[in-house]
């Protein structure tokens, strides 16, 4: 007899054991206390976070939803970061994932949750109402590209320190990281184990000694995962620089809509390119994440003016408007009647039009095509985006 639960302190080594295993039998060694040691790292209360399955005392089904909280251009956001989602392999086919999902959904629909967000197989998340969406922008920048775009430049001023433990130089990074566009989601006490998932090194970026920046790569220093800079106009120093000391072939960065500035930088010297969507989402909240990404995109973009209304089915109405800078966004009842929207929507549906890169290819209830039924304003897509260090 299966039982379903929440995880508790008496779990933790369990939970962590259960996940090596299962990840390392579908592909290479597995050791979550270091991969993620924001979730698994010693002394981590985080196993109620975790959905599980047991059979006579014994976890055979398990999926973690970290809360994360973000503030996007000053609106705040609560996130499920799903993760960890693993099946013992005499345990499949029984149906566990699907009632742990709806387990964790439920509790997200009645917890605040703004959005879920996951990544994995396209279609296996979409029976749970996920939709690819976010829009990111890849850039793989070669040594060629360096030799020839950057032989004049003299990078020997930077270096980079390891950001291991308590110090001024791990300070400066939080403080610059709350500068940014999306902050909040860490404190200083896990900042640099976050900097650390997934097996990346976090390090200070220094110029002739003088904290300018840090970031966060793969340990073979072929992937930034993240990178902020007092000056973005440092970013073609620092490249070069990490080139030098990490000595990859090349250089990949996966950077949000809204990071034009480096996203310039990069466009200009990199010989491959090209966007696409950000991670799976489902949204329980459209009215706050329409509203903080609007914001976002104002930002480095000015939304003419024009209004909007969309109603997502069996969720809510959401009406959007745009005059002289100002944006309002109102929520309603789905079912409002002295609300008439422009469009009508599955929340799948609501969710590409609003966020997904094709956004502007999409055709009212079938998908993507070549037209669209309404006149759509100039704001979409939005810039949703979760940071990858984030999630779990």
Same mark, same amino acid.
């Given at each position: 007899?299966?039982?379903?639960?929440?995880?508790?302190l008496e779990d933790?080594?369990?939970i962590?054991?259960?996940?090596?295993?299962?990840?390392?039998?579908?592909?290479e060694p597995?050791? #979550?206390? +270091?991969l993620?040691?924001?979730?698994?790292?010693e002394?981590?209360?985080?196993?109620?976070?975790?959905?599980?399955?047991? =059979?006579?005392?014994?976890?055979?089904?398990?999926?973690?939803?970290?809360p994360v909280?973000?503030s996007?251009?000053?609106?705040?956001?609560k996130?499920g970061?799903?993760?960890?989602?693993?099946?013992?392999?005499?345990?499949?086919?029984?149906g566990?994932?699907?009632?742990?999902?709806?387990?964790?959904?439920?509790?997200? !629909?009645t917890?605040?949750?703004?959005?879920s967000?996951? $990544?994995?197989? +396209?279609?296996?998340?979409?029976?749970?109402?996920? @939709?690819? &969406?976010g829009?990111?922008?890849d850039?793989?920048?070669? &040594?060629d590209?360096?030799?020839?775009?950057?032989?004049?430049?003299?990078?020997t001023?930077?270096? /980079?320190?390891?950001?291991s433990?308590?110090?001024l130089?791990l300070?400066?990074? #939080? &403080?610059?990281?709350q500068?940014?566009?999306?902050?909040?989601?860490?404190d200083? @006490?896990?900042?640099?184990?976050?900097?650390?998932?997934?097996? &990346?090194?976090?390090?200070?970026?220094?110029?002739n000694g003088? #904290?300018v920046?840090?970031?966060?790569?793969?340990?073979?220093? $072929?992937? %930034? /995962?993240?990178?902020?800079?007092?000056?973005?106009a440092?970013?073609?120093?620092?490249c070069?620089?990490?080139?030098? #000391?990490?000595?990859?072939?090349?250089?990949?960065f996966s950077?949000p809509a809204?990071?034009?500035?480096?996203?310039?930088?990069?466009?200009g010297?990199c010989?491959?390119y090209?966007m696409?969507?950000?991670l799976?989402?489902?949204?329980?909240n459209?009215?706050s994440?329409i509203?903080? /990404?609007?914001?976002?995109k104002?930002?480095?973009?000015?939304?003419?003016d024009?209004?909007?209304?969309?109603?997502?089915e069996?969720?809510e109405? %959401? =009406?959007?408007?745009?005059?002289?800078?100002?944006?309002? %966004?109102?929520r309603? @009842?789905?079912?409002?009647?002295?609300?008439k929207?422009?469009?009508?929507?599955?929340?799948?549906?609501?969710t590409?039009?609003? /966020?997904?890169?094709?956004s502007?290819?999409?055709?009212s !209830?079938?998908g993507? $095509?070549?037209?669209?039924?309404? !006149?759509?304003?100039a704001?979409?897509?939005?810039?949703?985006?979760s940071?990858?260090?984030?999630?779990?």
């Amino acid at each position: 007899m299966e039982k379903y639960r929440k995880g508790t302190l008496e779990d933790a080594q369990d939970i962590v054991d259960f996940a090596d295993y299962v990840f390392s039998q579908s592909s290479e060694p597995h050791d #979550f206390a +270091r991969l993620v040691p924001k979730l698994y790292g010693e002394g981590r209360k985080t196993q109620q976070y975790h959905y599980l399955v047991e =059979e006579e005392g014994k976890i055979r089904a398990m999926l973690c939803v970290l809360p994360v909280r973000f503030s996007v251009a000053g609106v705040e956001l609560k996130a499920g970061c799903v993760g960890t989602v693993a099946v013992h392999p005499r345990a499949r086919g029984k149906g566990y994932m699907q009632k742990l999902m709806a387990y964790a959904l439920e509790d997200m !629909k009645t917890g605040g949750y703004d959005y879920s967000v996951l $990544g994995g197989q +396209r279609q296996r998340y979409e029976y749970f109402g996920y @939709e690819p &969406a976010g829009i990111k922008l890849d850039f793989t920048l070669t &040594a060629d590209n360096v030799r020839h775009k950057y032989r004049h430049l003299d990078a020997t001023g930077i270096s /980079f320190e390891e950001l291991s433990g308590p110090s001024l130089l791990l300070d400066e990074s #939080f &403080a610059l990281y709350q500068k940014g566009m999306i902050s909040r989601a860490r404190d200083k @006490e896990s900042f640099a184990d976050i900097l650390r998932t997934w097996n &990346a090194v976090p390090y200070a970026v220094l110029q002739n000694g003088k #904290f300018v920046g840090y970031l966060s790569v793969s340990r073979g220093g $072929g992937m %930034v /995962f993240e990178i902020e800079l007092t000056d973005k106009a440092l970013l073609p120093l620092v490249c070069k620089s990490l080139m030098e #000391f990490k000595k990859p072939n090349e250089l990949r960065f996966s950077l949000p809509a809204f990071d034009r500035d480096k996203i310039a930088l990069l466009g200009g010297v990199c010989d491959m390119y090209g966007m696409g969507f950000n991670l799976s989402y489902n949204i329980v909240n459209y009215a706050s994440v329409i509203e903080a /990404f609007m914001k976002c995109k104002a930002v480095g973009t000015k939304l003419p003016d024009g209004a909007f209304t969309l109603r997502i089915e069996d969720r809510e109405t %959401v =009406e959007m408007v745009v005059h002289n800078g100002q944006i309002t %966004v109102n929520r309603h @009842e789905s079912d409002d009647p002295r609300i008439k929207p422009d469009a009508v929507l599955t929340a799948r549906d609501a969710t590409a039009l609003l /966020f997904s890169p094709l956004s502007g290819y999409m055709k009212s !209830k079938t998908g993507y $095509g070549e037209s669209s039924e309404y !006149k759509l304003p100039a704001w979409f897509p939005l810039p949703l985006y979760s940071p990858l260090q984030d999630g779990c």
